[in-house]
C-alpha cells in the first residue's frame, strides 16, 4: 500500500511539474482578430475603422525617423522621414495618388494604371505602417517572450494588402504596447507608437494646391 501511494504521490507531483512548465512556457497561443489584444488597443483608442491618425517613431537600417498617417474616407496621408529624406504621399478614393519629395515646391500626380498609382492600396493600408483590419489580416499568434530582462507577450499579426505581404509583431509589457516590429515586401522596420487616435486629421486629407502630371 505505502508503495501504490508513493507512486501516486509521484505521478501527482510530476504532472504538478509538468504543467507548471507548460504554464511558463513560451509556446504560441491560438489567437483570432477579433479576440487579439492588438484589436482591443486599436479599439480603446477609437479606431474602429476606416479613420485614423497615428505619429510613430520609425527606426530602419539603425537610422531613425518620424512616421505620421492619417486617412478617412477619401484619401489617406504619409509622411515619413529617415534617412535624411522626407516623403509624402496622398491617396485619393478614385486611387490616384500624389507624392512630395523632401518638400519639393510642385506634388507629382500619378494616375491609377502608373508605377505610382499602383501603391494607392498600400497607402490606404498605411505602406511603412499597415493597420490590420478585418479584411487584411490572415493570421494572428501570441506567445510569450523575454529581451532585455524583460518579459513581452508578442502578437504577430500576418497580413496581406492585394498580394503584398505584411508581417507585424506588436510587444505588450507591464505598460502595455511598448513597441512594434514590422516587415512589407521584404523590408524590416521598428516603430515607437508616440500618439494615436480615431479622429483623421482632415488639414492633410486634401488635394495639394500645387501639382503636375506624372506618368510613370
Known sequence: MKSLRRKAIGMLTGLMAFLMLTACSGGTAAVTWETSRTKQYYESYG?????????A??????????????????YAYIDA???GQQVKLLADKEGYVYFNIDNAEHWA??????????????????NYFIIPT???????????????????TAETIKMNVNGTPANYTYYYGTNGLEFVEGSVAGTNMGFKIEKISGIPAKEFLKVPDKWVEWNS
Open 81 to 83: 522621414s529617415n534617412a
Open 109 to 126: 500626380k500619378s494616375a491609377p494604371d502608373t508605377q505610382f498609382g499602383q501603391m494607392s492600396n498600400l497607402i490606404w493600408a498605411g
Open 57 to 74: 517613431t520609425m527606426s530602419t537600417n539603425g537610422m531613425q525617423g518620424v512616421y505620421f498617417f492619417t486617412r478617412n474616407n477619401e
Open 134 to 152: 478585418a479584411q487584411n489580416v490572415m493570421n494572428v499568434s501570441s506567445e510569450k517572450v523575454s529581451m532585455n530582462q524583460k518579459m513581452y
Open 47 to 55: 479606431v474602429t475603422g476606416q479613420n485614423i491618425s497615428l505619429q
